[in-house]
Antibody, heavy 120, light 107 residues
């Protein structure tokens, strides 16, 4: 069965960086892109960006350009999202999600989420 | 960026009610529209993709319709497990924006 298992909760100080992992299993990793979505406490879903697990191509949300980097390790079927220069408004649950292979590429499987808290 | 607007902003309903949530895109997105359900403390779950296709395993009381800029999610007979927040999301281009969400609460 398809599973996306994310790393655990993190507490970071403003200005620091965080790297969240997302380990996939139950399917061929390189067949489906991975999208990252975050959700601030009590708020809606925010699309952060996408990475091709086939060739590493990325598309990032304009609001995060320059602070976010998405990568994959195909040898371990793991995707990573690194966010730098953390601010208090980056406090959120960070989800990875698998892109379906057909338009409009809905997210058919999700990780359990990783809470990142940014606080001094 | 394509802006997605859901209405109503929140909804109170009773078990057995027919519920409709609307999603409007700021420009035409054809049928590139997906719907998700999210319960507190859980990841979103895909319900409907391509505006009207039911995801495998999702009960048939859920249905979607629309094209262009206007879309609807309908729950034909609300069940206790359906109380949750519902989000639309466009898959037409990047950034793949979400609506603000519609919480469905018990009346």
């Amino acid at each position: 069965q398809v599973q996306l298992v994310q790393s655990g909760a993190e507490v970071k100080k403003p200005g620091a960086s965080v790297k969240v992992s997302c380990k996939a299993s139950g399917y061929t990793f390189s067949n489906n892109g991975i999208t990252w979505v975050r959700q601030a406490p009590g708020q809606g879903l925010e699309w952060m960006g996408w990475i091709s697990t086939y060739n590493g191509a990325t598309v990032y949300a304009q609001t995060l350009q320059g602070r976010v980097t998405m990568t994959t390790d195909t040898s371990t079927s793991t995707a990573y999202m690194e966010l730098r220069s953390l601010r208090s408004d980056d406090t959120a649950v960070y989800y990875c999600a698998r892109d379906s292979t057909s338009s409009p590429w809905p997210y058919d499987y999700w990780g359990q989420g990783a809470l990142v808290t940014v606080s001094s | 960026d394509i802006h997605m607007t859901q209405s109503p902003s929140s909804l109170s309903a009773s078990v057995g009610d027919r519920v409709t949530i609307t999603c409007r895109a700021s420009q035409s997105i054809s049928t590139s529209l997906n719907w998700y359900q999210q319960k507190p403390g859980k990841a979103p779950k895909l319900l409907i993709y391509a505006a009207s296709s039911l995801q495998s395993g999702v009960p048939s009381r859920f249905s979607g319709s629309g094209s262009g800029t206007d879309f609807t999610l309908t729950i034909s007979s609300l069940q206790p497990e359906d109380f949750a927040t519902y989000y639309c999301q466009q898959g037409f281009n990047t950034p793949r924006t979400f609506g603000q969400g519609t919480p469905v609460e018990i009346k």
